[in-house]
Structures are given as C-alpha cells and as structure tokens.
C-alpha cells in the first residue's frame, strides 16, 4: 500500500531509541525526509545513517527540547531543511516522578515534557501546514491518558495532551491538516523499563503478561511505528482528531475516539 508521502519532509521528536526510531524508520521506508531531534547525537546519527544518511536528506539534529527556548532554536536549525508537512511528538514519560504529592516543580516538569513541548512547536508548525493546506501532526500518548494506569502526574498529562489532540484536531481540519495521537500500551524496547525488567524481575513480567496482556506479550515498537506512519499518510484524510489505542489488548477502557 502506498502511503503517499514520499518526498514528505517529516519531523520526529525523541528519535534516538525506542518508539522514535521505530516511528521514523517507518515514515523513512515510505519515502519521507527525516529531521529526527534526540539529546543524544550517536543516537540520531546512528538512525539517520540506518535509513539512508545524509545524502538521501535525512538530518540529525541533537537538542534538549526541555530547556526554556530550546523549541525556537529547533526552528532556528529547521530553517534550511524546508517545510515540514509531518510532525510526531515522541518526546514524554514520567520523568521517575512517582508521588502523587510531588512539588509544583515536579509536576511542571512533567507537564513540559509530556505537553507543554508539543503544543509550543505546533504554535510554530500549524500556520503553515494550514496555509499549504496539508499536514499531519501524531502525538504519541498514552494507554494511560484513558485510564488510571501509572503514577498520577504522567496520567494527567497524557489526558492532557490527548484531550487537546481532539480538541485542536477540529480547529484545524478544515484547513487540509489532520492531528491525532496514539495510545501505545506496553511496549518491549532495548534498555527501556520491560527489558530491565525481564533481567531483573522475570516473574513480575510473567504476571503482567499473563494477566495484563491478552494478546501475551509486549508491542514491538515498529508496531508502533508502522500506525503512525498511516496516520501521518494521505491515506488518513478522515481521522480528524483521532485518538488510536496499539496496547494488544491492555487497556481497559471502551472507547478510543
């Protein structure tokens, strides 16, 4: 199936590992250009030369996106690179921020990384996907923006960014640009908290898939990384403000939207 979005120029947020690089290697095998942002510059150097280098018009681009002004100095990056017609926001987790009594810095802090970034770089990306009429920006939430599954502070602020995924979704759809977010569920990824686990936890992990994961096991992130690339696609005209849970059947709300 062709996607349609070759010679597309995508950016992707926490790119170096994990769901980011599954997300980008996926849009790159369709054909899209790839500004892949992580801290860490081997990691989005090492993507950049897995899905074709330089010389195919990938960039690598290392930057905190935390930091107070780091997103204007992405633009400040972007601007030779061209129009973005895709944006993914990967960027997001707990922070390790546990307590559901944590500081009013702490839960700012989760804010900025789980929505505060996202919605700051869609201030400088959406006028002009809506002028050109075309444009498809993914944020990746959570299984836990639908239900009380992790610690109190990521869960806001998943609800957060998924409520406004919906909410600015029917702003701008009539402007030709569709933004949607995808609920992933538990996902096995190299050094990430399931592959600790299993070295260090087994049983834990044996419980949880056995009564947590009706399909048995974790996601793999180019599960994750293949829907994305859909709804990043002309193929999804019509998922205007649309919320996709990919948990292999962890979740245990009714309803995505």
């Known amino acids: 199936m062709d996607l349609n979005i070759k010679g597309r120029k995508a950016l992707v947020t926490g790119a170096g590992r994990g769901l980011g690089r599954a997300i980008a290697t996926s849009l790159a095998r369709e054909g ?9 510059q081997a990691d989005v150097e090492n993507l950049v030369e897995s899905i074709g280098g330089t010389k195919a018009g990938h960039r690598a681009l ?10 204007a100095q992405l633009m400040d ?13 990967n960027v997001g987790g707990t922070l390790d921020i546990s307590d559901p009594f944590c500081s009013t810095d702490q839960w ?32 990746v939430s959570s299984i836990s923006a639908m239900e ?12 957060a960014l998924t409520a406004y995924t919906r909410s600015m979704g029917g702003v701008v759809a009539p402007d030709g640009v569709v933004l949607t977010a995808v609920l992933p569920g538990a ?6 908290y399931w592959d600790i686990a299993s070295h260090e936890r087994p049983e834990h992990v044996k419980k949880y898939l056995t009564e947590r994961q009706r399909i048995g096991r974790f996601g793999r ?16 005209s019509f998922n205007t403000g649309s919320i996709v849970p990919i948990d292999g059947g962890q979740g245990r709300g009714y309803f995505g939207q």
């Open 187 to 192: 996902v096995f990824t190299e050094k990430g």
């Open 221 to 236: 992130p180019e599960e994750i990384g293949n829907c994305v690339a859909y709804l990043c696609s002309d193929l999804a």
């Open 108 to 139: 700012r802090a989760v804010y900025r990384f789980n929505f505060e970034i996202a919605v700051e770089l869609n201030g400088y990306f959406l006028p002009g996907m809506r002028q050109r009429k075309w444009g498809r920006v993914c944020h």
């Open 77 to 89: 990056r972007l601007q030779d690179f061209g129009d973005l017609d895709i944006v993914v926001h």
């Open 62 to 71: 290392a930057l905190d996106l935390m930091p107070e002004g780091a997103p």
């Open 148 to 159: 009380n599954h992790g610690p109190v502070p990521y869960c806001a602020m998943k609800a």
């Open 32 to 40: 899209a250009i790839i500004a892949a942002v992580a801290r860490t």
